[in-house]
């Protein structure tokens, strides 16, 4: 999945497709720099659903669980967030 979107993550939707299936690849290696993108995209898109659901999939399953909650709950009437 990562090779269909690289070179596309200047879009939102993208880069947070990216960011939750590079964390899921390197879980069980280090992931805190995955992490730290989930949390630089979250702050600059926040916003958008997309960023809101993989990013905060990726902090919820880091532990950040009360960001990972701010995050989904900036969510417009989404059931999904």
Known sequence: ML???????????FAAVAVLA??????ATDASTVVEKAQELAK???DNLNV???CGTVLADAGLTEEALALLAKHQGSLDA
């Open 52 to 54: 809101e659901l993989c």
């Open 22 to 27: 590079e964390y899921k690849k390197r879980k």
């Open 3 to 13: 090779k269909e979107i690289k070179g596309q993550e200047s879009i939102p939707d």
């Open 44 to 46: 600059a898109t926040g």
